[in-house]
């Protein structure tokens, strides 16, 4: 049984193999990549949603390179820990499903058979992963309105995507697990410091969360080293800083031959009260 619920109604929907139909008979056609946009205009907030095509390639190409390795491998072995046989698993903005596959793979290295569901706003992302993982359903939509029936989720793991507290803690069941990767204060520095005339370190708030308590948090800092330049292009791409850049700093950005930066992330463990 799906935990997916229509977007219209709130109605439970169910996989016909083709499309997904809730009990008032509102349908949505599976795409042939294997993922169902459940996403409605009126939650969409603009004409263009989430990341476009070249966004979700360069992240794409950069992660499947394994630069983020590390921080990968962190994230599943929290995962294994909170984890058990009939777990309901939710990536909330999963991107292009570099994360979500692998968390996967994990499950299924530890033989523990999880049912597991991935969400994000842009119908290109999620295609990207439904071709990329196909024992992961997908659908396009927003996290700040997700498809997903209240209190069926075990664990919701969100690396990156805007944080909406309400939604989380409605989807997740009491004591129910969230893992959330968020930059730390030193990511990307050495890269700042080479495109900005100013740059500045991150702000990391406080780890407290309404709803939730706080359960852990796990530093990974490592050193990456960059040796192509259209690696760094999609490095910077993968950014919020991309958006805010001039073209004075773009032009420092392309002129980059190589580079030497720091990764620093937290991944933060948080129980629903």
Request: glycine share 6%; charged share 25%; net charge neutral.
């Amino acid at each position: 049984m799906s935990v997916l619920i229509c977007p219209v109604c709130g109605g439970m929907l169910e996989n016909t193999g083709k499309s997904y139909i809730c009990g008032k008979h509102h349908s949505f056609d599976i795409a042939r990549s294997g993922y169902v946009n459940l996403l409605l205009s009126k939650h969409a907030g603009k004409a263009v949603h989430g990341d476009n095509k070249l966004m979700v390639q360069a992240r794409r190409d950069f992660l499947d390179k394994g630069y983020y390795a590390p921080l990968c491998e962190a994230v599943c072995d929290e995962a294994l820990k909170y984890t058990k046989n009939g777990s309901v698993v939710l990536d909330a903005g999963c991107g292009e499903g570099y994360y979500t596959s692998a968390v996967r793979a994990a499950f299924d290295r530890s033989d523990i058979a999880v049912k597991m569901y991935g969400v994000d706003i842009s119908k290109v992302a999620v295609e990207y992963a439904a071709k990329r993982e196909k024992s992961v359903k997908f659908a396009a939509a927003s996290v700040f309105h997700l498809p997903v029936a209240s209190t069926s989720c075990d664990l919701l793991i969100t690396m990156f995507a805007p944080y909406c507290g309400e939604e989380y803690a409605r989807v997740l069941k009491s004591g129910g697990i969230m893992i959330m990767a968020i930059p730390s204060e030193n990511h990307l520095w050495e890269l700042k410091q080479a495109i900005y005339d100013t740059p500045y370190k991150n702000e990391v708030k406080p780890y407290e969360l309404d709803g939730f308590e706080h359960i852990g948090a796990q530093r990974v800092s490592f050193i990456m080293e960059l040796r192509d330049s259209t690696d760094i292009r999609s490095l910077f791409s993968m950014t919020p800083y991309y958006y805010k850049t001039g073209k004075t700093e773009q032009e420092r950005l392309e002129a980059l031959p190589e580079l030497t930066t720091q990764a620093d992330f937290e991944v933060l463990t948080y129980r629903k009260k």
